[in-house]
């Protein structure tokens, strides 16, 4: 129902989704949370006591009893609330950035940072109340341990940004911004993901105003894109991007279809897939050599003065913006630093939903050096906060660390993985990522996942490494 | 999930989606035969006792009621059986078309056979199981009545058709297979059932193999249609039917949404309103006066040598055929009757399910004066029989004949209705329908609905006379 609201609902058909929607979400809410199924998950559990740990049978106990126990600690009323208050927000986001007013939003976000709280103190905490949202989301975590990576982040990022700036005039990008037409725009995408192994006969591809990617089982996981006339908005990152989340739930086994255990272990584990194929493969040097034939087909004028070298290049550019769905890799992560500190202390009561826009502004100089954007290039630009829980960002930049680790271990096992992109044969990366990733389900937790597929837990290293190797050579750095 | 499936479920999402249809229909099943739902139902009807019958209260209650009881009488294992049974038969069906061969369907129709008549044994009957049959499709009906609407019809049609067959030279239809675009069909479809008053706000079309029309609410009502390049196989025909269908339900008031009242009262009811814009409509001399020059701006050179009149008379040639959803408006019936009598035959004990081609031979040359067709143009030219219970087919002509019946009576209380359909004024008759039919839902029976709305139960005076009128007129032809 989801999927056919972002792409074929007619508009009269909007009163009716939610309320089928809301009805069929109560229902799961009360199933779920019966005592009938409290019963039968603890006489489960005492069959199985002492199986192993990372067996399926111990696995599937261990996620269904977290997700019972956070379903049941969320009352109904709390439940309905958040529904309700975002179903109620999106038409004020939407006023607000018409008419660029952050008086509209304000209450609504006062509203939905009650709202987490309330649901934090449901859930229980150690240290904060943004400790429960993080762990909701991304279990096993907390609030000290993304602080630390964002902390790393920021000592490799600012000041290798500031280098980047000083030699702005060394890439140049106005190859993305020359007139290409959108259907075949679409058939280059369409051609780029069948290759990388995105699986249509499970899946397809339809348009909507926001890319998305939705499992609906094993057989059945579709995208979605957008497209323009350019390809700065880039109609095929968003389709490499998407069918990175794809072919991560095209890769969990049948073996765990209809259990608890079926889809991806978390928001950022399942970011490190799609950033995986996204960044990874699809904005390196070896991936444009292989492809960049088949865009030139696809565009011989606009692309006539242009080699894969160039467009690599173009694509590549480094340069600090407001929009965070457009920012290129080195300054993604301070996009999601800077809402993550906000929306920290907003939960944790350090900051007053009025104080945001000046906090954004200021948190936006001090990153990336720019100057106040109007609201709807900044805090009015994403759409998370228009509903509650907050608490969603980190796992973006969890998912860009996660995927360069993965990177660095498939170089390992798979040797030249860069002879094999220049090839175009992508099959050994996809399988390694079934075996590391995909076969795994929910079984474990994002820092259990990545301990297990790189040897390491979530850390910054590899990324930072791969950032400053790609953007040195890039722009003749070296740190 | 029944629209996707037949728009844009990609082919490996079968399986996911007959486990969900099955896991939602069994807990549909489940909370509908309830006890808590039971006792409801029962302290509301103690609280309304003597409200008018037809007020909504009462209506409400008496259709939850029979819904409820009919859904108690069958088992949960019966349930189960049948939708088995239907999923396993349909490969078989394709096989037995594939290879022209009965003995591979057999079985499963002999199974289907069984399950129906276990079906009208948990509902009961007082004189034969095919009652019960009938009674579960349009309430209030039985087996007795419909055969005598047959028998009158049979009286009148098969007469009619050999005095039709000596002049079948007075009407040549060879226009209707040239070559039409297809996306031109489409637009023109598109464009003619706007102006009959399908909202598109609340509604759209999709490509399927075989059209239909799906309510998911009131402000959402879907249509699909196929095109070929011919328009024998009329893309616009299936258009306009499946938009009577669907007027129909984006008429029902959205007061009754989410009550078991919302929808159509029975399929014979929605059909008489899809054949009522298919035929009455869409098949009369004024509307073609109307469309045709629009029909002609889309497709000037398969058109030259046509006009409004000729065109309207090679939509309306009579020719006894072996498929029924390509009949002619006065052999359509007669299809309807020859699996009318071998699915009572079937479902009463006295037909085998081996001997179904034979009688279906005899049948049609004693209706429709034709030799023996093969199999897939016989008796597995439909997909009805492939799940049970049986029954399903007489919906088709008590529509047939409660179309006629409605618009002899909007004619009387709307004057002159062929110079509002010349005009292209469809607006009356859409509003007359919509107070007629449209705003009573599932309250009433398809014979009491129809009394209130033409004055008389359902019968087959209107739609004899009709016939008479028109193809009398079209081969010149008194009765």
């Given at each position: ?48 006591d002492g199986a192993p740990q ?128 959108p259907a075949r725009q679409i ?273 910054t290293e590899s990324w930072i ?15």
């Amino acid at each position: 129902m989801d999927w056919d609201q972002e792409t074929y609902l007619p508009p009269g058909g909007v009163e009716d989704r939610a309320n089928q929607l809301a009805t069929l979400g109560g229902f799961t809410h009360q199933m779920f949370t019966s005592e009938r199924l409290a019963g039968l998950l603890e006489s489960a559990e005492r069959e199985l006591d002492g199986a192993p740990q990372d067996s399926f049978e111990a696995s599937l106990l261990r996620v269904t009893r977290r997700d019972h126990e956070q379903a049941l600690r969320l009352p109904a009323a709390l439940v309905e609330d958040l529904a309700r208050a975002g179903a109620e927000a999106r038409p004020d986001w939407l006023a607000a950035r018409e008419q660029k007013d952050w008086s509209i939003f304000q209450p609504r976000l006062e509203r939905n940072v009650e709202l987490s709280q309330a649901v934090a103190d449901c859930h229980g905490f150690e240290v904060s109340r943004y400790d429960a949202l993080i762990e909701r989301g991304e279990p096993g975590l907390s609030t000290r341990r993304v602080e630390e990576l964002f902390e790393q982040l920021k000592q490799a990022v600012v000041p290798m940004l500031a280098a980047i700036q000083e030699r702005s005039d060394r890439i140049q990008d106005g190859v993305l911004d020359r007139n290409y037409d959108p259907a075949r725009q679409i058939q280059v995408s369409l051609a780029v993901i069948k290759e990388l192994g995105y699986d249509f006969h499970r899946g397809r591809l339809d348009i909507s105003q926001h890319p998305f990617s939705v499992a609906f089982g094993p057989g059945d996981v579709r995208i979605t894109t957008r497209v323009k006339r350019n390809v700065r908005d880039s109609c095929l990152f968003s389709c490499i991007h998407e069918s990175g989340h794809a072919m991560y739930d095209q890769g969990v086994p049948r073996d765990l279809d209809r259990t608890p255990l079926w889809g991806g272990a978390s928001s950022g584990v399942h970011e490190s897939q799609s950033r995986f194929w996204e960044n990874l493969v699809g904005r390196s040097r070896p991936f444009w050599r292989h492809f960049f034939p088949l865009l030139r087909d696809a565009f011989p004028a606009q692309l006539a003065d242009q080699d894969a070298e160039s467009f690599y290049r173009a694509n590549n550019r480094v340069r600090p913006s407001y929009i965070r769905v457009d920012a290129d890799e080195v300054t993604y992560n301070l996009h999601v630093l800077l809402r993550f500190e906000i929306e920290r202390d907003l939960v944790e009561g350090r900051l007053g939903a009025a104080e945001v826009p000046e906090a954004w502004n200021e948190l936006l100089a001090r990153y990336l050096g720019l100057p106040p954007p109007d609201l709807v290039s900044g805090p009015l630009q994403d759409i998370h906060w228009v509903s509650a829980p907050l608490g969603t960002f980190v796992g973006y930049t969890l998912g860009n660390l996660i995927s360069a680790q993965l990177m660095d271990r498939a170089r390992l096992d798979l040797g030249d993985v860069d002879a094999l992109l220049e090839a175009g044969d992508f099959s050994p990366l996809l399988a390694w990522l079934r075996a590391a990733v995909h076969q795994h389900g929910r079984m474990f937790t994002p820092d259990e996942l990545t301990l297990r597929a790189t040897g390491a837990g979530i850390g910054t290293e590899s990324w930072i490494r791969y950032a400053r190797a790609k953007f040195g050579e890039l722009y003749d750095l070296s740190w």
